[in-house]
């Protein structure tokens, strides 16, 4: 093993933003008792803004960004984990104040590990990546809120999005009729092999009004996008009916009342994968191994990159003009 290593660093000095390939060396790297060399990682929103100078996401320069990794454990001082154990770690401070997965090697606190579960490769288990666990956390809580089948129609808002397109695939093999809410006209075949019973324009969730109350439509919804179209689709879920809310592409205001809550009985949930208790952690990974595991991964796969072309690539999630995931190959 050579004494130093690649990895994606950004950087801020005196108004000076960099993001490029950096050689470390292992006393770079932060605390944890667990080495892990990084086999693929994954892109994710919160990555991009990680490597944008005003994206507010990384607490300290220098930084190595990847809030997602997967890879074979090196050397471990936790007990539970030992050399050539295959293994997950996702969110926590990961590729925000702990050097992430954008890295040939990272090493991290046991505590954060999830050993990757049968039933799915390393590169699989980036392919879903933080995107698709947080799709499958969403899916859950509507169910565990109710939503079956038999209550209509839901929908799916940034659907060709990570965490929309895992929406889509997961609730479509779940018997569920799902409507794709997409900006991008270009993608509906695509939606359709995941899964899309019907695909309607963003336009067709918020046409530039927010009326108090409108007719309804969905018996529940996967909302990773926030802002004004959160608010007019709340307006249009059913009686009883949720959203499950996990993102702000649109913005962070939302511009909503209480009238849905009370005449339709509604709920908001919201959906976290940073903080996700390492209990249900374990088992949704299982799950996305197991029963939610969609039949063709490579089907998400927008691009394959290596570390070299992720300056290039990460500005391309902001700009909202990715199809599934993309993933990163070390
Ligand atoms: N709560 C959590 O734990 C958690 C976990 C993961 C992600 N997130 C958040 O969830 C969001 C999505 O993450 P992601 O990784 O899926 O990102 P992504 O792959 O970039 O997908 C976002 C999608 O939103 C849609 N979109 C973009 N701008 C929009 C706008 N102005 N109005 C309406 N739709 C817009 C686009 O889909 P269409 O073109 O198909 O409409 C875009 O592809 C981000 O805000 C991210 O930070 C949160």
Not at 166 to 195: C, M, N, P, W
Not at 267 to 272: A, M
Request: glycine share 10%; hydrophobic share 40%.
């Amino acid at each position: 093993m050579s004494d130093t290593f690649k990895a994606l660093v950004v950087n801020k000095q005196n108004e000076e933003f960099s993001v490029e390939i950096n050689e470390l060396n292992f006393g770079d790297l932060q605390e944890g008792e667990v080495l892990i060399r990084v086999h693929y990682s994954g892109v994710n929103y919160k990555d991009s803004l990680a490597a944008h100078p005003d994206g507010k996401i990384i607490r300290e320069y220098p930084a190595v960004p990847g809030i997602d990794l997967a890879g074979v454990v090196v050397s471990s001082d936790d007990p539970q984990f030992k050399e050539g154990d295959e293994v997950i770690a996702t969110s926590y401070e990961i590729g925000v104040s702990h050097f992430g997965g954008y890295s040939e090697y990272a090493r991290m606190p046991g505590k954060w590990i999830v050993p990757l579960p049968e039933g799915l490769s390393l590169k699989e288990a980036m392919i879903i990546g933080t995107a698709g666990f947080t799709a499958a956390l969403s899916v859950q809580r509507l169910e565990e809120n109710n939503l079956t089948p038999e209550n209509g129609k839901v929908l799916v808002t940034g659907a060709t999005g990570g965490v929309g397109s895992f929406a889509v695939s997961i609730l479509a093999s779940r018997g569920y009729q799902v409507e794709a809410s997409t900006g991008k006209e270009s993608e509906h075949d695509y939606l359709r092999r995941l899964g899309a019973d019907t695909i309607i324009s963003r336009d067709e969730v918020y046409d530039g009004e927010i009326k108090v109350i409108r007719k309804p439509k969905w018996a529940g919804a996967v909302d990773p996008v926030g802002g004004e179209p959160l608010a007019s689709l709340l307006t249009q879920i059913q009686y009883g009916g949720s959203a499950a809310i996990s993102g702000l592409t649109a913005g962070t205001e939302l511009p909503t009342s209480v009238i849905p809550f009370i005449l339709r009985n509604i709920n908001l949930l919201g959906i976290d994968s940073v903080n996700c208790p390492m209990e249900t952690r374990v088992k949704t990974w299982q799950r996305l191994a197991s029963d939610i595991k969609p039949a063709n991964m490579e089907e998400f796969i927008a691009e394959e990159v290596s570390l070299e072309q992720l300056p290039n690539v990460l500005p391309k999630l902001l700009k909202g003009q990715v199809s599934g995931r993309m993933i990163v190959k070390l």
